[in-house]
């Protein structure tokens, strides 16, 4: 190994492993805990004579920055109007102070890969690589990104941390505004768009938000709390758990335990599962991310039939797709894989099945290997893999199915949810 990348990799497991140790469970911070690792699990005995011959890969970007200064400019003001007034608490002060050292640490890099997400995409490129080596010593590797930098970043970075270990690989990529059809849809105009920007949902969480969260971390931060406006309180009290859930992404030591207590934290953590529950997966409220997510379906299964018909030299190897949570989270539960569907009206109670963190981390993807047996006559049969997990394609299902069952099956879904 180059002694310039094991020290580079050395770091980075060292500063992991720091940041790991600190605050709460880094399953409290949802959307934006780092990629679990340890939870991966190797790759299953395949059935007797068959091969892996394809795979789609469809992911998220890995960790990041918060990922722009509105992040913290809520916080802020709301800060800057209670020192105005005096009103602001020895708390308030050093949080005020935590929030310019996260915008002085992140300077130009709003939203873009941190050192955690480089080294997320570093390691899953490497183990794909090891996990696949007869496939992928050589053929067509496609890939789409959306337009935004981080994403891009990733896409890159994943395929060249495949290029480094099989050279013969031919890459092809594209990243920009015209994949947003497919890769963007929760943004392009339509039903979806606008149920997402004002919806049921809204009247859903905001309940829920009165019922669960506490207003005592913002309060906390004053000398003197105000009584009126709560639900203020309760926002603003969000409005610190978002900055805080981000520092591990972002390479820093999370300060979690100074702020809230673990019940506080937790109790944050569930209303963000809640909302995100509501705003990007079909429910009893609105199942317009059916149709929108219809069409990247379509088209990871277009992509795999077409390879799987090609027996040429440049036979895609690999169809890849990365985008945001957003794009992966009606994807999974419109699909219906265990753990990422749920049609409960017990907003309560969401979070003992539906776990944000289990389902879209920073760096999340779904992995689908096809596989060809030396009989002609078999069936291609396929895997899938979550986030490293082995899964089946929904609960009864075996762990290898063949692909023209999963193809009905997904098919199925998108006309009848």
Same mark, same amino acid.
């Given at each position: ?14 500063? #992991? ?36 011959? =394809? ?112 050279? =013969? ?32 949902? #809204? ?120 985008? =945001? ?27 003992? #099945? ?54 009905? =099956? ?8």
């Amino acid at each position: 190994m180059n002694k310039r990348f094991f020290i580079f990799s050395l770091l980075l497991c060292m500063m #992991e492993a720091a940041i790991q140790a600190a605050g709460f469970s880094p399953a409290l911070d949802g959307s934006m805990m780092p990629y679990d690792f340890s939870a991966v699990e190797p790759l299953p005995e395949y059935p007797a004579g068959y091969r892996p011959v =394809h795979i789609s890969y469809v992911a998220r970007h890995g960790a990041r920055f918060l990922s722009s200064p509105k992040k913290i400019e809520k916080v802020e003001k709301y800060l800057y109007d209670a020192a105005k007034h005096r009103n602001l608490s020895k708390s308030g002060e050093e949080f005020f102070e935590l929030l310019r050292t996260t915008s002085d640490s992140t300077g130009s890099h709003w939203g873009l890969l941190s050192p955690v997400g480089i080294a997320e995409e570093t390691r899953l490129g490497r183990d794909m690589a090891g996990w696949f080596p007869d496939l992928l010593k050589s053929g067509r590797v496609n890939g789409i990104s959306t337009y935004v930098p981080r994403v891009v970043m990733t896409m890159y970075q994943f395929n060249h941390s495949l290029e480094r270990s099989h050279t =013969h690989l031919e890459l092809y990529s594209s990243a920009g505004r015209q994949n947003d059809s497919l890769l963007r849809f929760f943004a392009v105009a339509g039903p979806y768009c606008e149920y997402r920007d004002s919806g049921a949902w #809204e009247t859903i969480y905001n309940r829920f938000l009165d019922d669960h969260v506490p207003t005592a971390p913002a309060r906390r931060l004053l000398k003197v709390s105000p009584e009126a406006n709560l639900r203020k309180l309760r926002k603003m009290t969000m409005e610190m758990y978002g900055v805080l859930q981000a520092s591990r992404a972002a390479g820093f030591e999370p300060q979690t335990d100074r702020w809230f207590s673990e019940k506080e934290f937790s109790a944050c953590w569930e209303a963000s599962n809640l909302l995100h529950w509501l705003r990007n997966t079909p429910t009893p409220v609105n199942n317009s991310a059916v149709s929108s997510v219809a069409p990247l379906i379509r088209r990871i299964i277009e992509d795999a039939d077409k390879a799987l018909m090609d027996s040429t030299a440049s036979q895609a190897v690999i169809d890849s797709y990365f985008g =945001h949570a957003e794009t992966l989270l009606p994807l999974l539960s419109t699909l219906g894989l265990p753990g990422c569907y749920s049609m409960t009206e017990d907003y309560d109670s969401l979070a003992e #099945e539906w776990k944000l963190q289990d389902i879209t981390p920073l760096g999340a993807n779904l992995m689908i290997v096809y596989l060809k047996s030396e009989d002609p006559d078999a069936p291609v049969m396929t895997l899938l893999r979550l986030n490293g997990r082995n899964i089946p394609a929904f609960p009864e299902a075996p762990l290898f199915l063949p692909w023209n069952e999963l193809r009905s =099956h997904w098919s199925d879904r998108i006309l009848n949810l």
